[in-house]
T-cell receptor, first 111, second 112 residues
Framework: GAGVSQSPSNKVTEKGKDVELRCDPISGHTALYWYRQSLGQGLEFLIYFQGNSAPDKSGLPSDRFSAERTGGSVSTLTIQRTQQEDSAVYLC?????????FGAGTRLSVL | RKEVEQDPGPFNVPEGATVAFNCTYSNSASQSFFWYRQDCRKEPKLLMSVYSSGNEDGRFTAQLNRASQYISLLIRDSKLSDSATYLCVVRRGGGTASKLTFGTGTRLQVTL
């Protein structure tokens, strides 16, 4: 597709369950980013992949959060044992030469 | 102190007004600067890059003051459609794909 695609667009889960969020970046973009945005808050950086380099995981809030990027393309963000404070919009962005293009996000609600 | 700081607003202005947003950044090693726009419940989208000499795109003017570590965005002749949150964004380092740091945004509401 032409833009960054994220799925699902909405996810409702119960506290303690694991969830997987998917990001399909713009074809050819070497960098991929995950952010979290809580209601009325700014973007919180989570993790960044650049080509084949080791990812920058400095923004992951706890060891319940992990992400992979397979084949330099699609990325999955996994949250284990979800907590209510994990409820937020999870945004993925990709870039090639500096400008980041965002997907529409996954709205996660943990009940 | 946050790496990028913005006045959260909201700025409520009438249509046709001129409004200016400011942003400060704490890391003097920051090299690239942007303004993004985020509509309610939508993803952020690039509005414009900010160049050292200042740059203009239609009704929008961005300026950078490296000495004061200060970025501004001026919107002239505000339209209702300008209502959104404006995010100040800074990139540290020279790699074009390196991490961006986002401010929490300034909310603008343009009214009739």
């Amino acid at each position: 597709g032409a833009g960054v695609s994220q799925s699902p667009s909405n996810k409702v889960t119960e506290k303690g369950k694991d969830v997987e969020l998917r990001c399909d970046p713009i074809s050819g973009h070497t960098a991929l980013y995950w952010y979290r945005q809580s209601l009325g808050q700014g973007l919180e950086f989570l993790i960044y992949f650049q080509g084949n380099s080791a990812p920058d995981k400095s923004g992951l809030p706890s060891d319940r959060f992990s992400a992979e990027r397979t084949g330099g393309s699609v990325s999955t963000l996994t949250i284990q044992r979800t907590q209510q404070e994990d409820s937020a919009v999870y945004l993925c962005a990709s870039s090639l030469v500096g400008i980041q293009y965002f997907g529409a996000g996954t709205r996660l609600s943990v009940l | 102190r946050k790496e990028v700081e913005q006045d959260p607003g909201p700025f409520n202005v009438p249509e046709g007004a001129t409004v200016a947003f400011n942003c400060t950044y704490s890391n003097s090693a920051s090299q690239s600067f942007f303004w993004y726009r985020q509509d309610c419940r939508k993803e952020p989208k690039l509005l414009m890059s900010v160049y050292s000499s200042g740059n203009e795109d239609g009704r929008f003017t961005a300026q950078l003051n490296r000495a004061s570590q200060y970025i501004s965005l001026l919107i002239r002749d505000s339209k209702l459609s300008d209502s959104a949150t404006y995010l100040c964004v800074v990139r540290r380092g020279g790699g074009t794909a390196s991490k961006l740091t986002f401010g929490t945004g300034t909310r603008l509401q343009v009214t009739l």
